[in-house]
């Protein structure tokens, strides 16, 4: 698409410099025909008055007389009164030498004394080749254009691709669950009404992910509560001495279906959770983690720090990527601007697949109040995902908890 857009431009700006092209050499041609014929018309009165001066003095008006004083492109013709005609003819007129209105020629005539007329005919090709003798010059002019033309374009181009690709990359961001997204801001009306319809779909789904994980914790207090006080009250009743024996098998039984409803009911609450943010976005924690810590090892080896990672637990455990790696971005600012020495991070799977991360420095350094922001908006994201992020980073490690999604 950028390359087509490219030859277009550089096409169009062909286009355009051949039309002025062409308007410039037919208004020069115009110009230097009507410019010939004003001299042509001087020219031949010179003519006709010289030969004026012969037929006064007697002498004949012949080829001697006129061929000094016709050049190349010219051509002469002396029609007398009486007697024959006169034709000089310069050797690049190729021209007829008659009045013919509809000539192309430049040409004039000028009465004699003889009452007779001089014509003087200039060939056409010496306004045309006037006119387009830079043709060669234009080709040249023609090829600096384009190659101008096709940097401008590509310049101009890659100009306004650049927050269309930024869009692209927030709605892959979005689609691999990420809602803090990078959107252009400005720019043309359709980027602007582009990036403010992701960023409310972003809104929405922190909203719906906010009001799952508020939806999952009334569930399970709402069902459990009941449960857990229904299987007191039973087990109470279990305890009684004088129950009959089918009395207390039949508690026995009750004490099950309870204990199996509150599995069931955790399996259900668990499900919600582990549900992907976007379909067909999650990844094994194995390829997940190790985009991660190759990302981390490139920036803090512009630092000269190192990092070590591990993975404890079933690696092949899928996640949704995007929430994963913008809470790590995250840590990956702060840890680079309050912490010192070399790195660990350690990607675990826990109960109920949840994703335990525990990031570890050497030691911490003094900085800024303003410096912690990037690690409340990581909290802030682990929360909005139902997890949370605690710790500091020389003292057991920052630890990232994420339910499975």
Do not use: C
């Not at 013709?77 to 005609?85: A, D, S, T, V």
């Not at 101008?148 to 306004?160: H, N, P």
């Not at 840890?335 to 525990?358: P, Q």
């Amino acid at each position: 698409m950028r390359s087509r857009a490219v030859l277009l431009f550089v096409a169009l700006v062909l286009v355009l410099a051949s039309a002025g092209y062409l308007l410039r050499t037919w208004s020069v041609q115009r110009s230097v025909r009507a410019h010939d014929d004003q001299v042509v018309h001087r020219t031949v009165l010179v003519l006709a008055t010289l030969a004026d001066e012969r037929i006064d003095a007697g002498g004949a008006v012949d080829d001697a007389l006129l061929r000094p004083l016709v050049s190349q492109d010219l051509g002469v013709l002396f029609h007398p009164g009486n007697g024959r005609e006169v034709e000089v003819r310069g050797a690049g007129f190729t021209g007829p030498l008659d009045t013919d209105a509809g000539s192309a020629d430049v040409w004039a005539t000028a009465p004699t004394a003889d009452k007779g007329y001089i014509l003087l005919s200039e060939d056409a090709a010496v306004v045309h080749d006037a006119a387009w003798q830079s043709r060669s010059q234009m080709l040249l002019l023609l090829l600096m254009t384009a190659v101008v033309a096709a940097l401008v374009g590509a310049l101009l181009s890659s100009w306004y691709v650049r927050p269309f690709r930024r869009l692209a990359g927030a709605a892959a961001a979005l689609g691999r669950g990420r809602f803090q997204l990078d959107l252009p801001r400005g720019g043309t009306p359709e980027v602007s009404a582009i990036a403010e319809a992701l960023d409310a779909s972003a809104r929405q789904l922190q909203d719906r992910l906010a009001g799952e994980d508020e939806f999952a914790r009334r569930a399970s207090h709402a069902l459990r509560t009941p449960l857990t006080g229904l299987r007191w009250e039973l087990e109470e009743a279990a305890l009684l001495d004088d129950l009959p024996e089918d009395a207390a098998a039949a508690l026995t039984r009750s004490l099950q279906r309870v204990d199996q409803l509150d599995a069931v009911t955790g399996e259900l609450i668990a499900a919600s959770r582990r549900r992907a943010l976007a379909a067909q976005a999650t990844v094994p924690l194995e390829v997940l983690a190790r985009q991660v810590a190759q990302h981390w090892t490139d920036e803090l080896d512009a630092r000269h720090r190192t990092l070590t990672a591990a993975i404890e637990g079933d690696g092949a455990t899928t996640y949704t990527p995007g929430p994963v790696e913008q809470i790590l971005e995250l840590l990956l600012i702060d840890v680079t601007h309050r912490s010192e020495g070399a790195v660990r991070l350690v990607f675990a799977v826990g109960t109920d697949a949840h994703l335990r991360i525990t990031v570890t420095a050497e030691s911490i350094v003094a900085a800024r109040k303003s410096a912690t922001t990037p690690l409340l908006r990581a909290r802030t994201v682990a929360t909005a995902l139902g997890g949370r992020l605690e710790g500091e980073y020389a003292a057991g490690g920052v630890e990232i908890v994420l339910p499975r999604r």
